[in-house]
């Protein structure tokens, strides 16, 4: 896994793809292998079957031996364990029950990944008959996330989607077999005009990501493509909601550029990381037309966005916990700051919230509160911060309307794209390094991380949170982000005032 707390990245990871060999180079084990090594990880391969095909036709599809699929798996095991699996193909009952097996008696199981290929009616020719029974009852439960499409979860389930109610029933079904979540892909999804809309659900949270459907004669490939992306990018150790986001992303710049290699349709173009924000797909908030359609749970909608904070560059945001730290900054010339106060009421708070919003506007600098919104409000102040389990409680349309600055925490790919649909002031990019200051749920996101969000988020303001002292300063503002927030390298140092100007000379480089 990708320890990467700094620059340098530790291991490249291993991703197995068990799959059928497309000689015509588009789909199956080439598309994988392909797609591993585009997206940074180290591809190994388990052929379930040898398809002589090209861009026009299938010509022939013979399974491998049982004793060849077993020792493929066994070679590999013994040598080259996996980080993540990708299994696409899968030609006979025999090789779901031997995958089952081999799964079920591996003493650390990585994530798996099943893309139903073979159940599919236009890849009916490529399995044996049984096969649907054999996934349901043996190798379902061994699976982390199932990429069904449409056809394919009609096909394993025997629902037919027509609506979102459908696409829940049949995600159960699944779910209820043991598998521990479905991304129900929406290329065939005829709900929504113009979108290609994706459903991931594990049964307890549900996130949909749409995006415009790409045209393209030229998309063979694209769903061993989008498994492998997942299976790569979780590979080194992202979330799976930024697996689902960055493999979306890697697919559209993919298709974009896809051309014919054949005669017939070509494969998708396998161009590395995504980094154009155009690739990355829209996350569709459950206050949104198409979340109401969906019935996602919740509020969130995009509103009119929050007032600007007039510049990108935020500079040095110290984040302190008194009204003594806001005097003191804002005596050294700090122009954004916030009051981090936790774990008290409205009214033990409010005081020291009406002092820091009179200090901030008497020195016209930029006072953040955290968490204690409704306060902002009613006492004019200039933002508010919030995390994303504030998301869920904050009533974001107040906020705006009052013309208050929003400030939101993120912690990766999603969270962003999540956030920016709600226009906020800037977004924290954190935590970045390891922080003393608070029990974090996730881990350190380094700066290599950090560079390519900054990167992704280049038309709102960033700001940098969790670990940063002098000594990393540097580093972390040659990644482009547009302000380094800090606790206690501020509060705990021997000479704050030395500190900040060490910091503001960081940031005026
Ligand atoms: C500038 C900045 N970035 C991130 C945070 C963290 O906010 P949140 O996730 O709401 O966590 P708490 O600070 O409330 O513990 C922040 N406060 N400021
Ligand atoms: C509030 C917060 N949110 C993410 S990290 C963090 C704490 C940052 O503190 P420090 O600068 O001391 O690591
Ligand atoms: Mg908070």
Known sequence: MDKTLGRTSVKTPIVWTIAGSDSGGGAGIQADLHTINSLGGYGCSVISAVTAQNS?????????????????????????????????????????????????????????????????????????????????????????????????????????????????????????????SILIKGGHLELVDDVCMDFWTNGEREIVLGTPRIDSPHSHGTGCSLSSAIATVLALDYPIEDALVLAKAYLNQGLKAASAKGKGPGPIAHLGWPTDPTDFP??????????????????????????????????????????????????????????????KTDAEVEADVIAAIKLGKQYQARMFINDYWQLAIKHGAYGVHLGQEDLNDAVLPQISRAGLRLGLSTHGYYEMLRAKKLKPSYIALGHIFPTQTKDMPSRPQGLIRLEKYAALMNDIPTVAIGGINLERAPQVWQTGVGSIAVVTAITLADDPQAVVDAFNAVLES
Not at 118 to 124: D, E, I, M
Not at 296 to 324: H, I, M, R
């Open 282 to 343: 829209d996350v569709i908030l459950p206050g949104s037309e198409l979340g109401r359609l969906l019935n996602l749970q919740g509020e969130l909608a995009a509103g009119q966005g929050f007032a600007s904070c007039n510049t990108d560059k935020l500079g040095l945001y110290p984040v302190v916990d008194s009204v003594e730290w806001c005097q003191k900054l804002l005596d050294m010339g700090i122009k954004t700051l916030q009051l981090r106060i936790k774990g």
């Open 56 to 180: 026009v036709a299938v010509r022939l599809v013979e399974a491998v031996s049982d004793e060849m699929f077993s020792s493929q798996l066994d070679s590999l095991a013994d040598d080259m364990p996996a980080d993540v699996i990708k299994v696409g193909l899968l030609s006979t009952v025999s090789q779901v029950e031997l995958l089952a097996t081999f799964l079920a008696a591996l003493e650390t199981k990585p994530y798996v990944i099943y893309d139903p290929i073979a159940v599919a009616s236009s890849g009916a020719n490529m399995a044996q008959a049984g096969l649907q029974q054999a996934v349901l009852e043996t190798l379902l439960p061994h699976i982390d996330l199932l990429t069904p499409n449409a056809d394919e979860l009609e096909i394993l389930t025997k629902v037919i989607i027509t609506s979102s109610h459908d696409i829940r029933r049949s995600a159960k079904v699944l779910l209820d077999k043991g598998c521990g």
